[in-house]
Nanobody, 116 residues
Framework: QEQPVESGGGLVQPGGSLRLSCEAPGSHFIRNAMGWYRQPPGKQRELVASIVAGSGGDTWYGDSVLGRFAISRDNAKNTMYLQMNSLKPEDTAVYYC????????WGQGTQVTVSF
């Protein structure tokens, strides 16, 4: 089954920045709204940002990341990005990408750890 590949995570100090990438297979990526999800340790996976299909660019952000994260997509590359600024310890999680209907099988995710 089709599965995206997330990358770009790592260990960063509070206040730092990271840029995550999501490469998604097939034509489904271009035709669908996409989202970044995260799963903190011991908690459920949650949607943190989304972007509409096509090149319209309309976006949505969860309250906890609004003003700090920016989602974007490059349809020519079947790739979506998440620019994360002013990172906080509570942003520590495994980050995943998927459509808003969760069409793809979940990938491995990419670990983001915010700590001194």
């Amino acid at each position: 089954q089709e599965q995206p590949v997330e990358s770009g995570g790592g260990l960063v100090q509070p206040g730092g920045s990271l840029r995550l990438s999501c490469e998604a297979p097939g034509s489904h990526f271009i035709r669908n709204a996409m989202g970044w999800y995260r799963q903190p340790p011991g908690k459920q996976r949650e949607l943190v940002a989304s972007i509409v299909a096509g090149s319209g660019g309309d976006t949505w952000y969860g309250d906890s990341v609004l003003g700090r994260f920016a989602i974007s997509r490059d349809n020519a590359k079947n790739t979506m990005y998440l620019q994360m600024n002013s990172l906080k310890p509570e942003d520590t999680a495994v980050y995943y990408c998927n459509t808003l209907t969760r069409y793809y099988s979940w990938g491995q995710g990419t670990q983001v750890t915010v700590s001194f």
